[in-house]
């Protein structure tokens, strides 16, 4: 088991081109898992295939990631119905940070950055870049499992107007 300490933001306008900056297609999908209640992620990103056990404390969340198969991956499919996500993923550099920035596909007007860190001391002291728009961190409607099995809340609606 890992510790992920991340924080999320909401983006309205990105000042600047990002197609020069290294992104990739991501599709996930979402269950929960009846024996423990954790979120459970099944993901392609790039030609790599993972599931991961989430489960959500605000800032910092307890994650258990393992690799499968292509066709593992293929057979989660008939158990999360239509509960999925697709964004791209553009890593932009941001001091000694990544910002990871989500444009979502099937959710049009939704864009996101999240940014990892090493301790919640460093979570804490992080300055958002000006143009970030309002922190999604805490809000339990703006986490993608919540979105690819509800859509997007009025909430969410209201903040990305």
Excluded: C
Excluded at 27 to 55: C, L
Excluded at 134 to 160: F, K, P, Q
């Amino acid at each position: 088991m890992a510790l992920e300490i991340e924080r999320k933001f909401l983006i309205k306008n990105i000042p600047f081109d990002i197609e020069h900056f290294p992104h990739n297609e991501l599709i996930q999908w979402y269950f929960n898992d009846p024996t423990d209640g954790k979120r459970i992620r099944v993901r392609k990103s790039w030609d790599q295939y993972k599931i991961t056990r989430k489960k959500w404390h605000g800032l910092v969340r307890e994650e258990i990631e393992v690799a499968i198969t292509k066709e593992e991956f293929d057979q989660y499919r008939f158990q999360v119905e239509n509960h999925f996500i697709e964004k791209t993923r553009y890593e932009i550099p941001h001091n000694d940070l990544t910002i990871e920035l989500d444009i979502y596909k099937n959710l049009e007007g939704l864009k996101t950055a999240e940014v990892e860190f090493k301790s919640k001391r460093d979570a804490k002291k992080f300055e958002a870049p000006a143009w970030f728009g309002e922190e999604l961190t805490l809000l339990r409607e703006a986490g993608n499992g919540y979105i690819a099995h509800h859509g997007l809340s009025d909430e969410l609606l209201d903040l990305m107007k």
